[in-house]
């Protein structure tokens, strides 16, 4: 059994004093939840939002890492960066971080890399354009963008890391995929990990999906065999919407 992950991805949204006001707010409301919670935040709220989080299982999450130590790489943060400011995930690959700012399928495995040897658990995404989806590449796509984010990493890092299916024209647009074909991709994932690895690495790996989820559809795709999890954006900033989307049924 995996253990289902729910993350909030903020964004670019709240800065320190909304952050722990978000948290103090969020903390009761999730406080019994069954699965692992996690918010991940604009590098200028680590410090706030660690100490509201404070007395709760709620993890700390980044929103990109830089894929060396240290050096002249302006506006970038390095794994043992985040890890001494508390952070413990981080989104990795995120569709508007390939789309707006250039990253690839081979610096995502470079950053997911990074993240893993510096004890970070990478929430890697992957999915397809809406043309992708029309003209019938969906499998094929996220399969290789999986197997290369997981390049040079041992079977037991992979056990650990997560991936978040998030079709790009689900991101944002209220248009969610529906129940089956969330499952049906994430399968997919699933079994391109296990034909490359084997079943006792790919089942070990928990998957989200992510897209307009929402307290409203999120019990349909929670009940889903292959969905371990989501990541939540819009959902994730108001704490009633968040702890309802944690707290599925
Ligand atoms: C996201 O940004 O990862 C996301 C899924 O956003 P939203 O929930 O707003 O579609």
Redesign the pocket.
Known sequence: MRTPIIAG?W?MNKGPKEAAELINALKPLVKDAKATVVVCVPAVDYAAAKTALRGSKIKLGAQNVHYKESGAFTGELSAAMLKEAGVEYV?IG???RRQYFGETDETVNLRVQAAVEGGLIPII?VGEKKEQREAGYTDALVAYQTLIALTGLTEDQIKKVII?Y?PVW?????LTATDEQANETIGVIRSAIQMKYGKRVSDKVRIQY?????PKNVNGLMAQSEIDG???????LKAEDFAKVVNFE
Do not use: F, R, Y
């Open positions: 991805n964004k989104i995120h569709s508007e995404c978040a998030e689900a991101i944002g647009t209220g992510g897209g307009s989820m929402n989501g990541l939540i954006g819009g959902a994730s």
